[in-house]
T-cell receptor, first 109, second 117 residues
């Protein structure tokens, strides 16, 4: 079956760095997305990885290892507004998004 | 670019009535649109994939006669919740895929919060 695993909840301190991990098992693979979702709002796009390696975009970076079925989202210089759920989603061979349950990130002052 | 709108943003209806939610891609054409439902503190649940000019593909457990989907044009898909009941109260989110872009990214609408009384 197809499966995405990510931690349910994480807590970090304002100004610090946090890494949110995601492992996936899909029928075929055509890339992986990270989305941010604030409570009561729709998800917003953060990153897309299809090749191995690190993609950096400002305070946020995303890493992919296809051989390990593993990705992480790295958030630096955490701000209170980064408190949100972070969704990992992999694209399978049918180009459908397989969603993880999301990681709720709590930022403390 | 890649803006998706939804209407209405929120709706309250009485049990037994039907509600239509519209999803529009404003600045691109979307052959494929997706409808999701999200209950409080839970992840997105894909309900159906809507393809322009053809019948929608429903996920297992989603009643196609209750959740009617119409994708009549490349910029509009509608979801009609028929004979709504309180358990249908949820956050409904649509997304659209920009087919010309090869990233297969889904662009999300702002969501519609449905409350059935």
């Amino acid at each position: 079956g197809q499966n995405i695993d990510q931690p349910t909840e994480m807590t970090a301190t304002e100004g610090a760095i946090v890494q949110i991990n995601c492992t996936y098992q899909t029928s075929g693979f055509n890339g992986l997305f990270w989305y941010q979702q604030h409570a009561g709002e729709a998800p917003t796009f953060l990153s897309y990885n299809v090749l191995d390696g690190l993609e950096e975009k400002g305070r946020f970076s995303s890493f992919l290892s296809r051989s390990k079925g593993y990705s992480y989202l790295l958030l630096k210089e955490l701000q209170m507004k980064d408190s949100a759920s972070y969704l990992c989603a992999a694209i399978d061979s049918n180009y459908q998004l397989i969603w993880g349950a999301g990681t709720k990130l709590i930022i403390k002052p | 670019g890649a803006v998706v709108s939804q209407h209405p943003s929120w709706v309250i209806c009485k049990s037994g009535t039907s509600v239509k939610i519209e999803c529009r891609s404003l600045d691109f054409q979307a052959t494929t649109m997706f409808w999701y439902r999200q209950f409080p503190k839970q992840s997105l649940m894909l309900m159906a994939t809507s393809n322009e000019g053809s019948k929608a593909t429903y996920e297992q457990g989603v009643e196609k006669d209750k959740f009617l989907i119409n994708h009549a044009s490349l910029t509009l898909s509608t979801l009609t919740v028929t004979s709504a009941h309180p358990e249908d109260s949820s956050f409904y989110i649509c997304s659209a895929r920009w087919e010309d872009r090869e990233t297969y990214e889904q662009y999300f609408g702002p969501g519609t919060r449905l409350t059935v009384t």
